[in-house]
């Protein structure tokens, strides 16, 4: 069986590994020269009881044989409105790092994979590859070859930046601020990965380069210049839904399918299923598609929540409650304000 996957990101990697443990090995293009993002952040993974798993390390290595590392646990989270603070601790879940590290999340996947990957390859269309292999895996992390093939929707835009920053830090600590005035109804968060350095990421939804420049200047004037600031990063980061997940001999997976929505790191878990499931089905010849929709109905159900958060509704309490990645590890009765 021959099998194509295009990108070698999360869900391109999950994807990888589960083929090869059912004897199959794909071949893997990727665009850039490493397997990893060419900047570092950092990301949370929540306990959540609203799914069919409370601790997501143990969900992934009973349910998928995928064995994680996170650089800490989230003990603490912090959550800053216009108005006012709250302060929860308790075991909520882990940190990750997204990066060029050794124990970043791409090069742990990356560890048992024997396929090799050809590197510094951009493929944007499958049609070719869909005549030459059995099976082509759309992992790319974008929309660009679903709207090749008209199936992208409901395309919306996020601008992120993120910067290293030094100063004083909890590890194992998440601090999120929410504030129409620097931050629409999207937010801010960081995250330490050491007692000195931490990344700071802003957030923003449907605005230019220019007014997101504004956000993060308004941004700056709360945080009192407690950080110094090392490097910032600019990046573009889109979400969609497609028409088919999956269309002929072709499978789209991650992002690409349009299962991510990566609310400090909501969007792994979908990752890491999806590859797995797009392996699983072609292995066995089961229908992708109904192995695939509990995701595809729980990022629809998520964005929903998303859109429809008004400025009145800037309270912590509706801020959990609006996001079901945060929900089911939230008790609101044992939160300090």
Partial sequence: MKIAIIGAGIAGLSCACEL???GVSPTIFEKKSYIYNSFDTNICIFNNSSKLYSDPIEYLRKQYGIELHPIARLTKVIL???DNQTILEKNLGYIFKRGMEEYSLSNQLSKNLKSPITFDTYINSTEELSKSFDHVVVAT?????????DLSTSVSSTRVKLALIYGEFET?????WFDEKFAKSSYAYMIAHSNKQAIITLVVNDVSYSEMEFYWKEFLSI???????IATVDLDYYTFLIKHIRINNTFFIGNSGG?????LGHGIINSIESGVLAARTIITGDDYVSAIQPLIDEVKGFRKSLTSFEDSDYSVENFIFRLPGLKGSFDLSTMAR
Avoid: M
Wanted: net charge negative.
């Fill in 20 to 22: 090869e443990r059912n």
């Fill in 80 to 82: 800053n409105g216009p």
């Fill in 141 to 149: 992390g974008n929309y660009n070859i679903a709207k090749s093939l």
């Fill in 172 to 176: 194992g600590t998440l601090t999120v």
């Fill in 223 to 229: 945080l009192e210049n407690k950080y110094t600031f």
């Fill in 259 to 263: 299962l991510i929505d990566d609310f």
